[in-house]
């Protein structure tokens, strides 16, 4: 038994455990490392968001990084609902599928991500990686009947979040620039034009797990003229720039570390977690849809925040330090970050909020804080081990500061945030249930499942 797997289950004492028993082989789908949930997302993930070249924080394909995790949310609930389906002992999400315990996991798992994927990226070659799936199942009943359930949950999926816009302004409108006002950061590659504000759709999109995008909005930002306000500028000021003096060589790497696509680092994760623990199919696809989704529910929140203050970020702020009214800060006309700022406000902190609330899906599923968690980055190309949740929590903060990108105050707010949405949102969804209580029955073995 490997610590993961202590952890889970001492974990789960408190919370309470049920022990779920079939008649056939209910874990002989969970391969170590090459499992078909974990192939499919990685496939998803490839298509969606191909990955960056090396020494680069973003990809230059494929969808933004917020519309990465939506589509792979879709991919994710569709393969977790087939294989609620099939095995039970989970809340499906959403889904009114009838149970098929004698359906094939592996052809139910192919045909959901493959239906989703198709429908918003068909291509050739994900059509050639479906048919190589389908192909190493044995032809009959139960493959048959797999692949119709996954058809038919993706369908589900498709038809639920068909009204989603991810793309364009979301109603948006520049605000009046003045003191404290977000201007964009980003010119276009005439050098003189701003770039258009990224993403601002997504404070608008529905999200996943709750109500609407604005019900974890907090109060405004600190008032310009407070001694907090200034605390924080001078922080950023000395620590996050370019040029700065105070940053150490290990501050530099943490803030670069932060800058890699999360779409792939966190997957990535999932699925490396999900081989270090044998998890069968099913526990796998439920960690991949709580990640996702959760991840997607923290953005979304964070963007509404952002769009809706328009608060300016730390280098415009620095730079017109001698507009904002605060005897205790001054301008520096030539400051820079160390990181690139994005093209969008600065309050809250999309990265808080968004590694806070992964750190609460960690928790959550393997019930305990003692996540012992290792997390890759592409522009650093090193690995970072995270013992706990709040671990990962007070790097993120340090990091943002350190990068020159957020205030601390901001990203401190957000981490809060991003615990306490991830918090109820996996309150209300995704729960054990005992197979006879929803009728559908897996089939075969016994696996533990948590009630958190």
Sequence with gaps: MNKHQFYRLTGSVLAGIFLFCGVGQALADSSPSDSIVAEWNK???????????????????????????????????????????????????????????????????????????????????????????LAAIPDGTAKN???????????????????DVLSGDGGYALPTPGPGVWEPTAM??????????????????????????????????????????????NEVKDIGGAMSMSRTSEQTEVARFWTTNMAIQFNAAYRQLAASLNLSLLDTARLMVMGNMVSTDSLIATFDTKYFYNFWRPVTAIRRADTDGNPATDPDPMWMPLVMTPNFPEYVAGHG????????????????????IDLESSVTGTMRHYSTADDLRTEIVDARTWGGLHFRDSSVLAV?????LAEDGLENHFAAVPPMATGKHGSGGCYISILQ
């Design 43 to 133: 496939i998803a993930q490839d298509i969606i968001q191909p990955p960056a070249m090396p020494g680069m924080p973003m990809s230059m394909g494929g969808t933004s990084m917020p519309a990465a995790f939506v589509y792979l949310s879709y991919v994710q609930a569709a393969v977790y609902n087939a294989l609620v389906a099939i095995d039970g002992g989970y809340e499906p999400y959403k889904s009114d599928l009838m149970a098929a315990p004698k359906a094939s996991r592996d052809a139910a798992v192919a045909a959901a991500a493959y239906s989703v994927l198709n429908h918003y990226f068909p291509s050739a070659m994900l059509a050639e990686k479906y048919s190589a799936s």
């Design 145 to 163: 009947d797999g692949i119709i359930l996954g058809e038919q949950a993706a369908d589900e999926i498709i038809a639920l979040r068909s009204g």
């Design 188 to 233: 276009m590659p005439d050098g003189v034009t701003p770039a258009p504000p990224m993403d601002p759709w997504m404070a608008v999109l529905t999200p996943f797990l709750r109500i609407s995008p604005d019900l974890y909005r907090p109060g405004p930002p600190p008032a310009l003229t407070s001694a907090e306000y200034a605390t924080d500028l």
């Design 353 to 372: 909020s968004f590694v806070s609330a992964q750190a609460e899906v960690f928790t959550r599923f393997l019930g305990t804080s003692m996540i012992e």
């Design 416 to 420: 809060n945030m991003g615990q306490q």
